[in-house]
């Protein structure tokens, strides 16, 4: 075992301090933190690239139950008292990882596959729990436009490992977007709330297919809605208020993905 | 205009903070509390029993929007200090409620009505979204029975004013809970994550209905599960993970009332 690290300054935890807080210092290391037992578990078995494994002195003994390539992986134990002060949760469970950001910036579509566009989603609960579903109804990619930071670890805690184990494309740029699912033969729906669109129960989903969901104040642009082959809308029966953006595209992949 | 509470020891203060934090005096007084422009709108159009509305100095100018009976209702303003010690929001708009908590001891069932049961959900938010879908899906009721308290500020906001327009019975005794859906001749089915339970897109849900949801961590406890009449499965293709508690009730709901 390591020897404890106890400063506040030791490099480990100010780099753990960093990602945690700031995008920005994310994109720069091209690392992120994980939090938590069960996400560090995840992160191991689907093979990501760990960087350090960090256990406070309480959590070390557990430290043997995950199986690292330790010429990959560096192991570190930390006091208790900074344990505490890395934490995101109130109770820590002491187990904390910095990863690399894999790559994202491309993605091979498949000519049946079922995908997710969330363009300009802010909500980091919102986007994590749209993964954890996709995971679960088997999307075959979420493809993030002008959404929040993937790896922002609320995002990533929402996700609850499904970040893992789901295909996932970043691509701010419209128009590469629309380019790529057009050569991939992707045809295109924009969830809306506008009367005049397509019920979502009676769309049939044939082929390849990308459902846009918008932000969660203000749906979709215009220009971008109009710009997808179709117009679709999950009917309400409350006119005063619509449906969690999360929600709402939980039911999209629900009629999407399993029919 | 009433003269301006600056006192953190004003009778209508302390009591607001009571409420905000203990389910203890919401029940002993028979109050909770509101806070924020839109779903204090939305109490004053269910015609809510508001006792105070409260706004700071900074939103006093907005008083006059609310059209609420000044015999029942008592309009107080407070320091923008007192505001943003009473908020629970970071950037608190400054207008808040004092509401008298309904009854919601019973419940008319009707024949072909669709209900949801959470039986032991103990997260607010997925207890504030669940009943958000509810009113946007049209179901005809949402039980409580061993969940959060529906009162408690972060339930409330969640329901983005959608607590004020769904029926909702509070009902912890098992007993009389099945006693009460029997009588009213409805049927029942489990929510559960077994593999020889039916699956949801195969369900009926002719004539009255109750699907049962459990607590987000373990589920139905077995033998409420074997008390309905069926059990029902969401098919997931991912079995490493479930769905979140919120997004199966949403799923749950769009089958059950949509068709």
Redesign the interface.
Same mark, same amino acid.
Request: charged letters at 25%; hydrophobic letters at 40%.
């Given at each position: 075992m390591e020897n404890i690290i106890k400063s506040k300054d030791n490099p480990v935890i100010k780099l753990y301090q960093r990602l945690s807080s700031s995008k920005k210092e994310r994109l720069e290391y091209g690392l992120f933190v994980l939090e938590g037992m069960r996400i560090v578990e %995840?992160a191991v078995r689907e093979h990501t690239d760990i960087r350090y494994l960090i256990f406070t002195e309480s959590a070390s003994a557990k430290a043997d139950q995950f199986q690292v390539d330790l010429r990959n992986t560096k192991v570190v134990v930390i006091s208790n008292e900074l344990g505490n002060r890395i934490a995101s949760t109130e109770k820590t469970q002491g187990i904390f990882a910095v990863c690399a950001i894999p790559g994202r910036s491309s993605m091979k579509l498949s000519e049946n596959g079922k995908y997710v566009v969330l363009y300009g989603l802010q909500d980091p609960g919102n986007v994590g729990?749209i993964i #954890?579903?996709a %995971? /679960?109804?088997?999307a075959d990619g979420i493809i993030l436009s002008g959404s929040c930071d993937l790896y922002s670890p609320k995002v990533i805690r929402s996700t =609850?490992?499904?970040v893992f #184990?789901t295909n996932i494309l970043i691509e701010n740029d419209t128009e590469k977007l629309f380019g790529l699912l057009s050569q991939g033969g992707i045809h295109t729906s924009a969830a809306v709330i506008d009367s005049d669109a397509q019920n979502i #129960?009676e769309c049939s989903f044939e082929g390849g297919h990308a459902v846009f969901i918008g932000n969660e104040g203000n749906g979709l642009p215009h220009d971008i809605a109009m710009r997808c082959d179709r117009r679709v809308i999950i009917?309400?029966?409350?006119s005063?208020?619509?449906?969690?953006a /999360? =929600?709402a595209a939980?039911?999209i992949m629900?009629e999407l993905?399993?029919r």
């Amino acid at each position: 075992m390591e020897n404890i690290i106890k400063s506040k300054d030791n490099p480990v935890i100010k780099l753990y301090q960093r990602l945690s807080s700031s995008k920005k210092e994310r994109l720069e290391y091209g690392l992120f933190v994980l939090e938590g037992m069960r996400i560090v578990e %995840d992160a191991v078995r689907e093979h990501t690239d760990i960087r350090y494994l960090i256990f406070t002195e309480s959590a070390s003994a557990k430290a043997d139950q995950f199986q690292v390539d330790l010429r990959n992986t560096k192991v570190v134990v930390i006091s208790n008292e900074l344990g505490n002060r890395i934490a995101s949760t109130e109770k820590t469970q002491g187990i904390f990882a910095v990863c690399a950001i894999p790559g994202r910036s491309s993605m091979k579509l498949s000519e049946n596959g079922k995908y997710v566009v969330l363009y300009g989603l802010q909500d980091p609960g919102n986007v994590g729990m749209i993964i #954890r579903t996709a %995971d /679960a109804f088997g999307a075959d990619g979420i493809i993030l436009s002008g959404s929040c930071d993937l790896y922002s670890p609320k995002v990533i805690r929402s996700t =609850m490992g499904s970040v893992f #184990r789901t295909n996932i494309l970043i691509e701010n740029d419209t128009e590469k977007l629309f380019g790529l699912l057009s050569q991939g033969g992707i045809h295109t729906s924009a969830a809306v709330i506008d009367s005049d669109a397509q019920n979502i #129960r009676e769309c049939s989903f044939e082929g390849g297919h990308a459902v846009f969901i918008g932000n969660e104040g203000n749906g979709l642009p215009h220009d971008i809605a109009m710009r997808c082959d179709r117009r679709v809308i999950i009917p309400m029966k409350s006119s005063i208020n619509s449906l969690n953006a /999360a =929600m709402a595209a939980g039911i999209i992949m629900w009629e999407l993905c399993g029919r």
